[in-house]
């Protein structure tokens, strides 16, 4: 089977791609884990919602468009780290904690990985849908992923700030996870599009070493 790229001509369906049915099965057994152990249903349900809307959209717009292996790839691993977030809520994640506690840090900073992730795992599928769905110019495939990040972060923090205060306005704090910093929404948009030029740039050099190697 051969493991498709942005740059790939060709896509396999999803009855004989393996690595998506894969992918799949893992997300869903990991995902009705986090729901069986969380300590905070109402809170799960705040954290999936965009979660659900994301995997919908994937669904609905699969026969249109399919994303290449590395794609649907990254977006698992971003997926995966986001409901494990869900499952105790961001300020209470137990590898947060961890981390918290080894490296001597004044709090629990599993939201900016994943704020990070969202950026430096997601801009690559923009980068495919746009080469391969609208067949924009190189330069708008490389910079758009970028700015669209930074647009959807700022709009995850409205949308997060009014989902929790118009359906669970008593699981705000904890799913705003916020910690105290009055500052949390701006630094967590900063780190989103940080991550996101970093993709864009090693993604950039990768791409270079290897059609040099191959000249």
């Given at each position: 089977m051969t493991y498709t790229t942005t740059s790939s001509q060709t896509r396999i369906a999803y009855e004989q791609n393996r690595?998506?049915?894969?992918?799949?099965?893992?997300?869903?057994?990991?995902?009705?884990?986090?729901?069986?152990?969380?300590p905070n249903r109402a809170n799960w349900f705040t954290e999936n919602t965009?979660?659900?809307?994301?995997l919908i959209s994937l669904i609905i717009s699969y026969r249109k468009f399919k994303f290449s292996d590395l794609s649907y790839t990254m977006m698992?691993?971003?997926?995966?780290l986001h409901i494990y977030g869900a499952e105790y809520t961001y300020a209470e994640n137990p590898?947060?904690?961890?981390?918290?506690?080894?490296?001597?840090?004044?709090r629990n900073h599993y939201d900016r990985i994943v704020h990070?992730?969202?950026?430096?795992?997601?801009?690559?599928?923009?980068?495919?849908y746009f080469k391969n769905h609208f067949d924009w110019p190189n330069w708008v495939?490389?910079?758009?992923?970028c700015e669209i990040t930074l647009s959807f972060s700022a709009?995850?923090?409205?949308?997060?700030?009014?989902?929790?205060?118009?359906?669970?306005?008593?699981?705000?704090?904890a799913y705003l996870g916020t910690q105290g910093d009055i500052w949390d929404s701006q630094k967590d948009m900063g780190i989103a599009f940080t991550g996101a030029v970093t993709a864009m740039l090693l993604i950039s050099i990768i791409r270079k070493i290897y059609y040099h190697s191959r000249k």
């Open positions: 690595l998506l049915q894969f992918f799949s099965i893992v997300f869903i057994c990991c995902w009705a884990v986090t729901f069986i152990n969380t965009l979660t659900f809307l994301f698992t691993v971003y997926l995966l590898f947060g904690y961890w981390l918290k506690d080894i490296l001597h840090l004044h990070c992730s969202f950026g430096l795992l997601l801009t690559y599928p923009m980068r495919d495939c490389w910079t758009l992923p709009m995850y923090e409205l949308l997060e700030w009014l989902v929790a205060d118009i359906f669970f306005p008593s699981e705000g704090d």
